[in-house]
């Protein structure tokens, strides 16, 4: 991990990238910060070029982004446009569609539709698909995992983002995970787990209980080309959190 490598995830700051204006002024307080990378995840209807023209003025390379399911069923073509613009190369869908929680085969038929998709965005625009978990997927059906159907009944060019977060919530080892998607996992999701009140809340990284200096080496260890700092709810200001995060994982440098 160098520290060019560690992006903040906007979902993190949603709140603040609704407007041309905000998603500006968010990109500077991000980049003043430390950070030189983010995801674009959860912002505002903005055009395109301004997002590419704000994050270029910040100094802020775009590593991957969220994406609505729609879009990549409907407007693929447009979407690959937008990434090329902005010299990203991995798309991401940030959750399971509803309709595809229902068990086994809504998995497996899942598994199909992002194959194809897949395979089409790497042999037409030079592009990745990744798909990012939750704790949902870790639910069994007839002895397996929707996890696990996603990972073996799926077509090699689906990558993933991990969110290690949600692997420890589902029951499962986040360092076991990292290690069975080794060669299809590029972009990973950092945020830590604490207990309050004998309740899991989000934690910056390192105010947590998850074993991250063990973390980190196993993402090394297996490829990872991006660390993104993502913390759905904070329980302070979400810009002092992305610091915080990012002041620890810059101690594990």
Same mark, same amino acid.
């Given at each position: 991990?160098?520290?060019?490598?560690?992006?903040?995830?906007?979902?993190?700051?949603?709140?603040?990238?609704?407007?041309?204006?905000?998603?500006?002024?968010?990109?500077?307080?991000?980049?003043?910060?430390?950070?030189?990378?983010?995801?674009?995840?959860?912002?505002?209807?903005?055009?395109?070029?301004?997002?590419?023209?704000?994050?270029?003025?910040?100094?802020?390379?775009?590593?991957?982004?969220?994406?609505?399911?729609?879009?990549?069923?409907?407007?693929?073509?447009?979407?690959?446009?937008?990434?090329?613009?902005?010299?990203?190369?991995?798309?991401?869908?940030?959750?399971?569609?509803?309709?595809?929680?229902?068990?086994?085969?809504? =998995?497996?038929?899942? &598994?199909?539709?992002? *194959?194809?998709?897949?395979?089409?965005? %790497?042999?037409?625009?030079?592009? $990745?698909? /990744?798909?990012?978990?939750?704790?949902?997927?870790?639910?069994?059906?007839?002895?397996?995992?929707?996890?696990?159907?996603?990972?073996?009944?799926?077509?090699?060019?689906?990558?993933?983002?991990?969110?290690? =977060?949600?692997?420890? &919530?589902?029951?499962? *080892?986040?360092?076991?995970?990292?290690? %069975?998607?080794?060669?299809?996992? $590029?972009? /990973?999701?950092?945020?830590?787990?604490?207990?309050?009140?004998?309740?899991?809340?989000?934690?910056?990284?390192?105010?947590?209980?998850?074993?991250?200096?063990?973390?980190?080496?196993?993402?090394?260890?297996?490829?990872?080309?991006?660390?993104?700092?993502?913390?759905?709810?904070?329980?302070?200001?979400?810009?002092?959190?992305?610091?915080?995060?990012?002041?620890?994982?810059?101690?594990?440098?």
């Amino acid at each position: 991990m160098k520290r060019s490598t560690i992006a903040a995830q906007m979902y993190t700051l949603r709140d603040y990238t609704q407007t041309a204006e905000d998603l500006r002024s968010t990109f500077q307080k991000v980049s003043a910060m430390g950070y030189e990378s983010i995801q674009i995840s959860s912002i505002g209807p903005i055009d395109p070029m301004l997002v590419k023209e704000y994050a270029d003025e910040a100094g802020l390379v775009i590593c991957a982004t969220h994406v609505s399911w729609d879009r990549l069923v409907n407007d693929l073509d447009a979407l690959a446009a937008e990434h090329k613009l902005w010299n990203c190369k991995y798309i991401g869908l940030g959750s399971l569609p509803e309709e595809f929680r229902t068990g086994l085969e809504s =998995y497996r038929n899942f &598994a199909k539709l992002i *194959s194809e998709i897949a395979i089409t965005l %790497k042999e037409q625009h030079g592009l $990745q698909f /990744v798909y990012h978990n939750h704790d949902f997927e870790f639910e069994r059906f007839e002895g397996t995992t929707g996890m696990e159907v996603l990972l073996n009944e799926t077509d090699p060019s689906v990558g993933f983002i991990l969110d290690l =977060y949600w692997v420890q &919530a589902g029951g499962a *080892s986040p360092e076991e995970w990292i290690r %069975k998607v080794e060669g299809r996992m $590029q972009v /990973v999701h950092l945020k830590d787990m604490a207990i309050v009140d004998r309740k899991q809340v989000f934690a910056e990284i390192g105010e947590g209980n998850m074993n991250y200096a063990e973390i980190i080496t196993t993402c090394r260890e297996t490829g990872v080309e991006w660390y993104v700092v993502e913390q759905d709810v904070c329980r302070r200001d979400p810009f002092e959190s992305l610091e915080m995060s990012l002041r620890y994982l810059i101690s594990l440098l």
